[in-house]
């Protein structure tokens, strides 16, 4: 199975900084798309930014010029660097990895367990 160590959630002031990471494992598995979803308290997760295999990224409109996705495709690890953060960008942010055992075969979803992150001065 895969298996998703997320890290780097903590509590800062308004425009402050943190940086998540996570990676990836499983045997014979290989990942495609790496990224990151959050919920907030009473809301739907979702989209922050995800990154494909080949390096396409797609941000939330929220988060454009204050957060970047990067990927150490050697650690399969990707990393989320947040600035300037803002009360609203609270939630817990979950780790998201689509892999797959072999060539040929289909991609399926992996979550990690969640980080918090909390902006409040």
């Known amino acids: 199975q895969v298996q998703l160590v997320e890290s780097g959630g903590g509590l800062v002031q308004p425009g402050g900084s943190l940086r998540l990471s996570c990676t990836a494992s499983?045997?014979?598995?290989?990942?495609?798309?790496m990224g990151w979803y959050r919920q907030a308290p009473g809301k739907e997760r979702e989209l922050v930014v995800v990154?494909?295999?080949?390096?396409?990224?797609n941000y939330a409109d929220s988060v454009k010029g204050r957060f970047a996705i990067s990927r150490d495709y050697a650690k399969d690890t990707v990393y989320l660097q947040m600035d300037n953060l803002k009360p609203e960008d609270t939630g817990v942010y979950y780790c998201?990895?689509?892999?797959?055992?072999?060539?040929?075969?289909?991609?399926?979803?992996?979550w990690g367990q969640g980080t918090q992150v909390t902006v409040s001065s």
């Open positions: 499983g045997r014979r598995f290989s990942f495609g798309t």
């Open positions: 998201y990895v689509s892999a797959r055992q072999g060539i040929g075969r289909q991609y399926n979803p992996y």
């Open positions: 990154m494909a295999s080949g390096g396409a990224q």
